[in-house]
């Protein structure tokens, strides 16, 4: 079975510092795709990074770092020198090459920054 | 302007109405999705459509049906609407032509059922 774990429910931490938001999946197939979406308070789900199964380079963009590795079969999240407009929800997401269109998403982990 | 739009975005009912969501694109995506968020569940899929002859269920359909009217529009349909049906509704579209199918999210409906 597919299935996303983001174990972190909530997390608070304040301004500036740094923050690492965690997602383990679970898949047989080979090929798949993981991703990353933001949740702000406003309630629309915005698209911010993807990555294949073949592609485990590291991705940095900004403030935003993205960490894949199969051996453990995580696709962690940092946000560096967070920032109030950073406080959201954010969601880890697995679609199985096998299954293109099932979206398989975890249960989101509410991150808040304090200023 | 929006490449997914949701109508209405707010919408409250009463047990037993028959309730249409609407989403409509302008990305010319062929696939479209139909979602329900419930507070601290993350997404699940209700129908999900390749193109405008292919509906499909996804893991929670019971209780709710599709129309895919045209590449541009996929509706969503609670016959008779219940309680356990309040939750926040998102449509999502992609390109079969992306091999990542990365799914694109409309801004979601506030569906309240009384």
Known sequence: AQKVTQAQTEISVVEKEDVTLDCVYETRDTTYYLFWYKQPPSGELVFLIRRNSFDEQNEISGRYSWNFQKSTSSFNFTITASQVVDSAVYFCALVRGSTLGRLYFGRGTQLTVWP | ?114
Request: include cysteine; hydrophobic fraction near 30%.
């Open chain 2, 1 to 114: 302007d929006a490449d997914v739009t949701q109508t209405p975005r707010n919408r409250i009912t009463k047990t037993g109405k028959r309730i249409m969501l609407e989403c409509s694109q302008t990305k010319g995506h062929d696939r479209m999705y139909w979602y329900r968020q419930d507070p601290g569940l993350g997404l699940q899929l209700i129908y999900y459509s390749f193109d405008v002859k292919d509906i499909n269920k996804g893991e929670i359909s019971d209780g709710y049906s599709v129309s895919r009217q045209a590449q541009a529009k996929f509706s969503l349909s609670l016959e008779s609407a219940i309680p356990n049906q309040t939750a926040l509704y998102f449509c999502a579209t992609s390109d079969p032509r992306d091999s990542t199918d990365t799914q694109y999210f409309g801004p979601g409906t506030r569906l309240t059922v009384l």
